[in-house]
């Protein structure tokens, strides 16, 4: 077993998931396992996952009988591996590629960090492709998440690739989270009520992604867009 696990949350992936590589990467990795959690999905999604996991010790799946939502997914999938020294999540879609969480899981390990987050901010040699339409979108939530709420001058909280030291990681995912698509902002809500702002500005860091593709395919409704403002509001009284 790897010292660290990368989690993946799975619901009705079947037809995008990208088996061949994952397959291809772990027989090539031993820098991490994965963990595919399979979020009560409806169509082929579980018997994948299942002979992905067969034979390879470095996968395994968990498979969830309802649907719960990628928060609360990822937060059982934490509270299921805490043998393990780093625990970190990225989307199904590989928007993130597994060499970049590879590089950001590096970089916690050599720099002794607690919390890594990837950031999708363009800078020269980087290869971020976004819609432009979800870009304007985010960098309005973002803005409003940071100056609002964080005040920790994060950049990009929304980016589905994190990495945290699973001593921390357990405490923050303890709870279930108030929120389902702003959870990552929870999150980090979180910690900085845990730990004190110096904690913050030395363990925690952002790096910027060399690589990052959207698909164009976003689980996200337009009823869960409007909800934007209420779940800031509900992060921003839960944790003041």
Not at 208 to 232: A, N, Q, S, V, Y
Request: positive net charge.
């Amino acid at each position: 077993m790897s010292s660290s696990c990368i989690i993946i949350p799975c619901y009705n992936e079947a037809k995008r998931l990208d088996i061949d590589t994952f397959k291809t990467f772990q027989n090539n990795n031993t820098a991490f396992d994965l963990c595919f959690i399979n979020d009560g999905s409806t169509d082929a999604t579980g018997s994948i996952l299942n002979k992905l996991a067969l034979n390879n010790a470095n996968i395994n799946t968990i498979n969830l009988e309802k649907n719960v939502g990628k928060a609360d997914a990822i937060r059982q999938a934490v509270l299921k591996l805490k043998a393990y020294d780093y625990i970190g999540y990225l989307d199904a879609d590989l928007s993130t590629s597994l060499s970049e969480i590879s590089r950001l899981l590096t970089i916690t390990k050599a720099k002794h960090l607690d919390f890594v987050l990837g950031s999708r901010i363009k800078i020269v040699g980087s290869s971020i492709k976004r819609k432009a339409y979800r870009h304007f979108f985010g960098r309005i939530v973002a803005t409003c998440i940071d100056s609002g709420i964080l005040k920790l001058d994060i950049y990009d909280t929304q980016c589905g690739a994190k990495i945290i030291k699973n001593d921390l990681a357990q405490l923050l995912f303890k709870q279930p989270f108030k929120t389902k698509w702003l959870f990552d902002v929870e999150l980090l809500a979180r910690l900085k009520k845990e730990k004190d702002f110096r904690f913050c500005k030395t363990q925690v860091k952002e790096i910027p992604l060399l690589e990052w593709h959207d698909d164009g395919d976003t689980r996200i409704t337009f009823f869960e867009f409007l909800k934007t403002p209420f779940d800031l509001l509900k992060i921003y009284w839960q944790y003041k």
